[in-house]
């Protein structure tokens, strides 16, 4: 038992143990490919990039900048570089999303404002 304690400690210091752990380490560590998110971004990127161009454009380029890196990063194996890129790409076309809903929002607005004002003039005009 003393001799095999031994021998194991032994096997422990040696640099054989080093490379093992490693090569183990190494090994959990690889990233799998991020093939969802990277399906997840594009498809939020396709979807505010309809009406939302216009409207929001800054946060549509962003979107689409990062989403072309990430797949960039993609394509040469760099799995974790990618998969923060297309979050961040999701998030920009959510964002641009957001912003076109509210420009359209603050647009209709400014329509019921305006014929509201068309109507009390209306009724100021009226005879009494």
């Given at each position: ?18 490379a ?35 409207e ?62 068309a ?10």
């Amino acid at each position: 038992m003393n001799r095999a304690a031994a021998n194991l400690r032994s096997w422990l210091r040696s640099p054989a143990w080093a490379a093992a752990a490693v090569v183990l380490v190494s090994a959990c560590a690889s990233t799998e490919p991020p093939k969802e998110q990277m399906a997840v971004a594009k498809a939020a990127v396709e979807r505010a990039s309809g009406t939302n161009a216009a409207e929001a454009p800054v946060e549509l380029a962003s979107a689409r900048d990062k989403m072309a890196r990430a797949q960039i990063a993609y394509a040469n194996k760099d799995y974790a570089f990618a998969k923060q890129l297309a979050e961040q790409a999701e998030a920009e076309a959510n964002l641009a999303e957001a912003q076109a809903r509210s420009v359209r929002a603050n647009r209709a607005l400014a329509e019921v404002r305006e014929s509201i004002r068309a109507l009390r003039a209306e009724i100021a005009r009226a005879p009494s």
